[in-house]
């Protein structure tokens, strides 16, 4: 995706980036790893299918 200064960056989906957070749990603040949980379960979007496949993955 490009940025609005026309930069490339890497993007993922909602599912990724909270694999992403659960994966580094220790390493961030535990205010931030509670909030994005909640975020997460309360959005209507959200893919717990998605996610729990992304988890299997990264378990292997």
Do not use: W
């Amino acid at each position: 995706m490009k940025t609005p200064y026309g930069n490339k960056v890497k993007v993922y989906d909602l599912e990724r980036t909270i694999c992403d957070i659960i994966r580094n749990k220790k390493k961030i603040e535990i205010a931030l790893f509670t909030d994005a949980m909640k975020r997460y379960a309360d959005r209507k979007d959200r893919n717990s299918i998605k996610l729990h496949k992304y988890l299997i993955l990264q378990m292997n």
